[in-house]
């Protein structure tokens, strides 16, 4: 049984540049992730330093930031609509209920604050717990990409995962034959 944790979630601030670079290096977080292992926290200084479009959510436990997930929407006008999400919680702190809380909150906030109808992103197909993470928070698989990321030595296939609020199936009109080139 998981240990009751008291997660506090705010948006990351310029300080928290060091936080964020011992996430996002920790070994199993940057294998699950597309980051680098090896990155320079001033990668992550320069990123908090500009406020940017993108919504930076941590999650804390004892004032201590051991989470992160970072919504970026794809505007302006013909991608409004949508955005990309990226998550990773600190190895140390993996498997205790951080990332189900981060999902919580950045979907509250896509939904209720930010009327998006889309959110995207890419999963290794081997990843288990995020996997079953994204679907329990609406998100289906809407693909497969082959080889699409080096890891470990190997290029690996991933998922492309969706969560839609409120779109209408597509229906192509019907095209009349002497329409057709
Ligand atoms: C994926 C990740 C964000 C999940 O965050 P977390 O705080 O570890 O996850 P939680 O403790 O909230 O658990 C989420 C759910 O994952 C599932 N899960 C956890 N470990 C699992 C495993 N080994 N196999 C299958 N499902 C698993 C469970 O459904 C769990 O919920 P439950 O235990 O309440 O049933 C985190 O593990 C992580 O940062 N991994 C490395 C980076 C990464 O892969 N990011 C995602 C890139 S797309």
Redesign the pocket.
């Known amino acids: 049984m998981k240990k009751q944790t008291v997660i506090h979630v705010r948006a990351a601030e310029p300080e928290d540049w060091r936080a964020l670079h011992a996430i996002l290096t920790a070994p199993?977080?940057a294998a699950?992730?597309f980051s680098m292992p090896y990155n320079s926290a001033e990668v992550f200084r320069r990123m908090l330093a500009e406020p940017g479009g993108d919504h930076r959510l941590l999650g804390c436990v004892n004032g201590e930031p051991v989470?992160a997930v970072i919504l970026m929407p794809q505007g302006p006008a013909r991608r409004a609509h949508c955005a990309r999400l990226?998550?990773?919680?600190r190895d140390d702190w993996?498997?205790?209920?951080?990332?189900?809380r981060l999902m919580a909150a950045v979907t509250d906030l896509a939904d209720n604050w930010l009327g998006l109808a889309r959110i995207e992103?890419e999963?290794f197909v081997d990843?288990?717990?995020?996997i079953?993470?994204y679907r329990?928070a609406g998100f289906d698989t809407e693909g497969c990409s082959r080889g699409f990321a080096l890891r470990h030595g190997a290029l690996v296939d991933v998922y492309r995962m969706a969560r839609l609020r409120g779109i209408k199936p597509w229906v192509a009109p019907a095209v009349a034959a002497n329409e057709w080139v």
């Open positions: 199993a977080a699950g992730t989470g990226a998550i990773a919680v993996q498997g205790q209920g951080i990332g189900t992103l999963v990843n288990a717990a995020a079953a993470m329990r």
